[in-house]
């Protein structure tokens, strides 16, 4: 049904606004990760399931886990620590809890009523997806690896250089 | 079947906030993290379209999207690590002036 679309768009809406507008970095990041969940949900009522685990699987998982990383490296110690404890106090889940609730039940009510009834938009179907990425599209995936690895070799270049400046000057 | 009308018009939406929390926030790392809000709704854009001809063009558009932001993301970091090393601060003001 397309009001699935519509619940998970208003949830996509609201977490992703207060996400920005959150002034603590970890609470934006709890919010943005419910945001890109209910996009994932949005691709699968849209009948692009694989896109959506595509998107559950790179953008909530390996990005947001690399932003949790630079967050996290950049307050270490004693301080950090206690800081993490009040910033993480229990009421602080309520808001991305009840918003990744909804898109809980929405998801298991998509699967229990069956792909007749829930998902009337015709379905692209990842194999098709697979031979439009390696039939026509060859070219764009080779200069997708050639970005990531440009992208690879900037970021060894900017983490390693760091230590090594002092005793250079 | 979702019209396509509502979901360029979500797509617009989430760029519209992921624009508005760029040019509001100093801080960095909200700064990538809006980029990632307006990557993530140019690629909505896609899918969306993609949906209402029935092609996967749309879809591997998004994987490409999708590919680029991982990049992106990964020397957007190493910056922001190389910011707070040098400025001992997460503001881009900080970094406004450059050395000439």
Known sequence: MSLTFYIAAVVAVAATSLAVTRLNAVHALLYLIVSLLAVAVVFYTLGAPFVAALEVIIYAGAIMVLFIFVVMLLNLGEEAAREERVLLKPSMWIGPGVLAAILIAELVYLVTAGTTTSNPAPAVAPVRVGMTLFGPYLLGVELASMLLLAGLVAAYHLGWHRPSRPEAR | ?100
């Open chain 2, 1 to 100: 079947m979702v019209p396509a009308r509502d979901g360029l018009a979500l797509a617009a939406v989430l760029f519209a906030i992921g624009l508005a929390g760029l040019l509001a926030r100093r801080n960095i790392i909200f700064i990538l993290m809006s980029i990632e809000v307006m990557l993530n709704a140019a690629g909505l854009a896609f899918i969306v379209a993609g949906q209402r001809w029935g092609q996967a063009d749309g879809q591997v558009v998004f994987i490409f999207i999708l590919a680029m932001a991982a990049a992106e993301v990964s020397v957007g970091l190493a910056l922001v690590l190389e910011l707070y090393h040098q400025y001992k601060s997460l503001d881009v003001d900080a970094a406004s002036r450059m050395k000439g």
